[in-house]
């Protein structure tokens, strides 16, 4: 049995989804406006966790698994089957999630980035707070995987007062192993514990972790974790190569990173939450003035260390977070060395 994820994988059916049933609503299969449908779908809730219960036993009722993206020869990257393109302003153009979700209601037929696009819009329409979230989907819980990437997307909605994370592509069903997809709803991705998502849900922003204190992932010892920008850049190779750094205050840390795109800008963040708009903001008020070393492909930046309060390292290329390390402070343990004492 494979789980939807954006990565291809195979797993024992017994431990793929505990069976699960849903009160889905079934029919508005022709409807073709996202509007449209969110307003049929909701017309008889009347809490926001009603409105949220309705649109996703919908999409994942009457959307199917693209498995034709798996049918295809060489390597698989499910990252060119999503929408990463910036929103056009211009007003005869629908919202980027409006045309992938009309486009997905139509086919009847998604990868992750179209449940999580379709799935956003209609709670748009229902009057739901909710938010895309993209990043890693572990591919087994008891496994370290060798690709520490973002790979999925999954959403975030805002219910009474408090953020619950959820997964529509998990939850509608699997890929079994005659790659013919299979509708099983599978509950546990509905309104998750953030304590049980984060065992294969790890996110960009580790906000969304929903977490005060979100477990390390094990991948972390192996790989720093990349964004969904990493792959844009056809990086070769980088260092350091593991994601958890040991390091002293004052020390100073080389990044290093080879890529055959003409601009080479980069430089490190050690703010807890590096986001784009974090990122323009530092760049914009003249915080951030990468020195950087060239040498042919490749591009060079030395960061040191001021606080041992810093935990995390944010790798910026060209403006935009590539990977995340995780720092850990040496401890001095000279402050704790008792002198001898002298005896009369």
Known sequence: ?????????????????????????????????????????????????????SVFNWVTDNIAYNVKAFQHNGPF???????????????????????????VMRRRTAVCDGYARLFKILCDYAGVKCEIVTGFAKTSVNRIDAQFKSNHKWNAVFIDSNWYLLDATWASGYINYRNEFEKNY???????????????????????????????AKELNNTPFKTSAFNRY???????????????????IVFELQTNRPKKSLWVAD????????????????????????????????????SPDIEWLNVIYNDELIMRYKLNIKKDTTLNTVPPVNLE
């Open 77 to 103: 990257d499910i990252t060119s089957y999503w929408v990463d393109e910036e929103e056009d302003t211009a007003a005869t153009l629908k919202p980027l999630n409006e045309r992938v979700a009309e486009m």
């Open 271 to 306: 703010i807890l939450y590096a986001d784009t708009a974090s990122i323009a903001l530092m760049q914009c008020c003249g915080f951030v003035q990468p020195e950087n070393i060239l040498n042919g492909n490749k591009v060079s930046y030395s960061y040191k260390v001021t």
């Open 1 to 53: 049995m494979k789980l939807l994820i954006c990565v291809l994988f195979v797993l024992p059916a017994a431990i793929v989804f505990a069976q699960g049933t849903s009160v889905n609503k079934s029919g508005f299969t022709d409807i073709a406006s996202p509007a449209m449908l969110a307003q049929l779908l909701t017309a008889n809730d009347s809490t926001d966790k009603q409105k949220v219960t």
């Open 234 to 252: 056809y990086i070769t190779s980088f260092s350091p190569a593991g994601g958890i750094i040991e390091a002293n205050v004052s020390d100073s």
């Open 186 to 216: 599978n509950a546990s991705y509905f309104l998750a514990s953030p304590a049980e998502f984060i065992k294969d849900h790890y996110p960009e922003d580790p906000r969304w972790t929903l977490l005060k204190d979100a477990p390390l």
